[in-house]
């Protein structure tokens, strides 16, 4: 069973920068990425970044946030600047091999208008 370990959330003010972290108890994924869900709403995706260092960003977080890899340590990494209050939400580490998908237990991040 792979575990992800997540951490960097908590409370900002608009226009602030937090940075979210994901360790995963693997090196082998196929994609790894952050997805998110505010209350009342469906979980969405942030971003993705694939084992060749391919990016994909939602179109609301695009020139704002940025996925990165720490190769060695397997640790992904999702650099939020310019928060927006319509960013809170609780942000999900996921982690696709090619057979099954892991998700993080979850980390709040609330912005302060």
């Known amino acids: 069973q792979v575990q992800l370990v997540e951490s960097g959330g908590g409370l900002v003010q608009a226009g602030g920068s937090l940075r979210l972290s994901c360790a995963p108890s693997t090196s082998i994924f196929r994609a790894m990425g952050w997805y998110r869900q505010a209350p009342g709403k469906q979980r969405e995706l942030v971003a993705t970044?694939?084992?060749?260092?391919?990016?994909n960003y939602a179109d609301s977080v695009k020139g704002r946030f940025t996925i990165s890899r720490d190769n060695f340590k397997s640790t992904v990494y999702l650099q939020m600047n310019s928060l927006k209050p319509e960013d809170t939400a609780v942000y999900y580490c996921n982690l696709q091999t090619y057979t099954n998908n892991y998700w993080g237990q979850g980390t709040q991040v609330t912005v302060s208008s």
């Open positions: 970044i694939t084992s060749g260092g391919g990016t």
